[in-house]
């Protein structure tokens, strides 16, 4: 059985930092992709970051490169957001999912994952 745990998620003031992780079970960790996204009230799951297999490459969207960083442990099947200066509108529910496809652009989009855990929520206050 394929299980992915989020914790870490929190209220913060603007500017501050959170971490998550994502401890994950049911599959060779290291041979997945593994991603973050997020989804806001009302508005569709949108990518945060990617991560591949070796923990050697990583993509960010837009809206967080520069504050957020994605991290992997392989030893531990686990995978970390670390965000810092965090913004209002950073605030969503956090999900960590896997993605049986390579690394490739396709690791953008939420259909190309085929687990998620149970999200973490983020809260960040003005």
């Known amino acids: 059985q394929v299980q992915l745990v989020e914790s870490g998620g929190g209220l913060v003031q603007a500017g501050g930092s959170l971490r998550l992780s994502c401890v994950t079970s049911?599959?060779?960790?290291?041979?997945?992709?593994m991603g973050w996204f997020r989804q806001a009230a009302g508005k569709k799951r949108e990518f945060v970051a990617a991560i591949s297999r070796s923990g050697s490459a990583t993509y960010y969207a837009d809206s967080v490169k520069g504050r957020f960083t994605i991290s992997r442990d392989n030893a531990k099947n686990t995978v970390f957001l670390q965000m810092n200066s965090l913004k209002p509108e950073d605030t969503a529910v956090y999900y960590c999912g896997f993605t049986p496809l390579g690394w490739s652009i396709a690791v953008f989009t939420p259909t190309a994952y085929d687990y998620w855990g149970q999200g973490t929520q983020v809260t960040v206050s003005s």
């Open positions: 049911g599959r060779t960790f290291s041979s997945y992709v």
